[in-house]
């Protein structure tokens, strides 16, 4: 059974970082891309950051230079190092892992940047 487990979100002041985690578990096959997606209130879900297998990575613009998104193929983790955090950054950040004909998504965790 896939399993996709988040972890990191919490509450911090604007300039500060956090890291995101997300293991994933239960796949037949290989996963090939894995990435983190935002949803803050009263807007659309949005792509933040995307990893392929081959470590080749693509930002929002809103993050690049801040975000950071790396991956650990042997343990199928995915990582988001988030610093310089603004305020705008607030949202349900979602992990999302994709392998042979499906994709998958993480429970969402919260990440709340005060002023």
């Known amino acids: 059974q896939v399993q996709l487990v988040e972890s990191g979100g919490g509450l911090v002041q604007a300039g500060g970082s956090l890291r995101l985690s997300c293991a994933a578990s239960g796949y037949i096959f290989r996963i090939n891309s894995m990435g983190w997606y935002r949803q803050a209130p009263g807007k659309q879900r949005e792509s933040v950051a995307t990893?392929?297998?081959?470590?080749?990575?693509n930002y929002a613009d809103s993050v690049k230079g801040r975000f950071t998104i790396s991956r650990d193929n042997a343990e199928n983790t995915v990582y988001l190092q988030m610093n310089s955090l603004k305020p705008e950054d607030t949202a349900v950040y979602y992990c999302?892992?994709?392998?042979?004909?499906?994709?998958?998504w993480g429970q969402g965790t919260q990440v709340t940047v005060s002023s």
């Open positions: 999302t892992v994709s392998s042979v004909m499906r994709t998958d």
């Open positions: 990893i392929t297998r081959a470590g080749m990575t």
